[in-house]
């Protein structure tokens, strides 16, 4: 892997957009892990307006120190950089007192889940609007196109994504060297949204280093019936997601009305 060539690429491809698109540059929500640890600081090496913006609901303190950690980090290094944290525990909770009641709490924890993720793209794009930015997208090519592990209008909600071709493998390997703090590199991948300490790996139940193992073999025409054990599980676990997860990868279905019909 060129790291160097890539990095720069990465950076000029988004420079370039945002002067095409004649704004003054991103906003990107900073949680702490390392996917927006390495699209913040990329989007800080274009030299254009970086606003970072953490937005804890109800969030874990490790989470919310290592985010500010690195925004610290970037202005330190980078003039253009900017911050703002916005509380949304009160929005979010305000919101559900607001809805109906349930009979069974437990039944709507991942419905909840997604609404943290989209009172964060809603915010991220007032900020984008009141700046004139692009909200630049933190997910890599597992989450985006292998299992979809991210929130349909709402982390997934952007103008660009900059990672979205990189591995996770590959994402750390380009934070490492552009010198990310190592507590972000240690930390265990989190999606952040459910208030308490589980992880990708608790989630989904396969490692990311698994599912980039599955990935290729399924982009290789295997089948489950080419592994045993372990890695038949992962597979099996990978499929499940991207098929489940599907909608999220293609383009939003439009019902076209047939000329005769007309």
Not at 60 to 69: G, H, I, K, W
Not at 143 to 166: H, N
């Amino acid at each position: 892997m060129q790291t160097e060539k890539i990095i720069d690429y990465i950076v000029n491809w988004l420079k370039d957009y945002a002067v095409n698109a004649k704004v003054n540059g991103f906003v990107i929500g900073v949680s702490g892990g390392i996917d927006s640890a390495l699209t913040s600081t990329l989007c800080a090496k274009t030299g254009l307006d970086l606003l970072c913006v953490e937005m804890p609901i109800h969030q874990a303190p490790s989470q919310v120190s290592r985010a500010f950690n690195h925004i610290s980090w970037l202005q330190n290094n980078f003039s253009n950089v900017s911050k703002i944290e916005v509380n949304l525990t009160p929005v979010f909770d305000s919101l559900i007192d607001a809805l109906p009641k349930v009979e069974n709490e437990e039944e709507r924890f991942m419905s909840l889940a997604n609404t943290r993720a989209r009172l964060r793209m809603t915010t991220l794009y007032y900020f984008a609007a009141l700046n004139k930015c692009l909200v630049a997208g933190t997910g890599n090519k597992v989450e985006d196109f292998g299992v979809g592990f991210y929130t349909k209008y709402g982390d997934g909600g952007v103008d660009l994504s900059p990672i979205a071709d990189l591995l996770k493998s590959e994402v750390y390997e380009l934070a490492k060297h552009l010198n990310v703090n190592q507590e972000i590199i240690d930390a265990a991948p989190t999606d952040g949204l459910w208030g308490d300490n589980r992880t990708d790996e608790d989630q989904i139940g396969a490692s990311y280093p698994e599912l980039e193992w599955a990935m290729k073999m399924n982009d290789m025409g295997k089948t489950k019936d080419d592994f045993t054990g372990r890695k038949q599980e992962v597979f099996n676990i990978y499929k499940r997601f991207n098929t489940a997860n599907k909608h999220k990868m293609i383009p939003i279905p439009v019902c076209e009305i047939p000329n005769y019909l007309r």
